[in-house]
């Protein structure tokens, strides 16, 4: 099993640039959630998914979209970038609530100039 | 106040000895509570979960005070690999999907 992969591990942006964040489980976990994680700052929530069809938003979700067409993929996407959105981008997936473990995507860096 | 505070430290520990960390939470209604650790430029795994009557994994050791709403995490014969951050995550009281996450207590184990 890969575990959580996510696609790409680094990536400088322009401002007002989009871009999609890849996100893939192979655990067949019902449960997905996108954080975003600032220097010195807890993960803080975007979206997150507790199955194939339903997303819904988290504690940070202005700038963000998210799709759940299978139980394997989560992308997210940014639309316009901003310097603001300057983060470390981590993708999760768990089997049940998180009441489980969550594990993580080993992180996208992005950077918007 | 934020809803999960923890010393950032870095706290900085010789090989072999024991430290203990806390963290506090705001929302009583919170039910799950977690210890992740975090190495650096890494993604957070989880060390271990929190139950209400402590519980115990090899050389850590975790409890819960649900009255003074703080949790706690004791490291015993501390090793350099245990080096890293220590997040403290608690569940939103209202939601049993979305976690808060502390931002850390940075530990340096010193030879």
Redesign the interface.
């Known amino acids: 099993n890969a575990g959580v992969t996510q696609t790409p591990k680094f990536r400088i942006l322009k401002i007002g640039q989009s871009m999609t964040l890849q996100c893939t489980q192979d655990m067949n976990h019902n449960y997905m959630y996108w954080y975003r994680q600032d220097p010195g700052m807890g993960l803080k929530l975007i979206y997150y998914s507790v199955g194939a069809g339903i997303t819904d938003k988290g504690e940070v979700p202005n700038g963000y979209n998210v799709s759940r067409s299978t139980t394997e993929d989560f992308p997210l996407r940014l639309e316009l970038a901003a310097p603001s959105q300057t983060s470390v981008y981590f993708c999760a997936s768990s089997y049940v609530v998180p009441g489980n473990e969550q594990f993580f995507g080993p992180g996208t860096r992005l950077t918007v100039l | 106040r934020k809803e999960?505070e923890q010393d950032?430290g870095p706290f900085n520990v010789p090989e072999g000895a024991t430290v203990a960390f806390n963290c506090t939470y705001s929302n009583s209604a919170s039910q799950?509570f977690f210890w992740y650790r975090q190495d650096c430029r890494?993604?957070?795994?989880?060390l271990m979960?929190v139950y209400s009557s402590g519980n115990e994994d090899g050389r850590f050791t975790a409890q819960l005070n649900r009255a003074s709403q703080y949790i706690s995490l004791l490291i015993r014969d501390s090793k350099l690999s245990d080096s890293a951050t220590y997040?403290c995550v608690v569940?939103r009281g209202d939601s049993?999907?979305?976690?808060?996450?502390?931002?850390?207590t940075k530990l340096i184990i010193k030879p």
């Open positions: 999960v950032p799950s890494k993604e957070p795994k989880l979960s997040l569940n049993n999907y979305q976690l808060i996450w502390g931002a850390g």
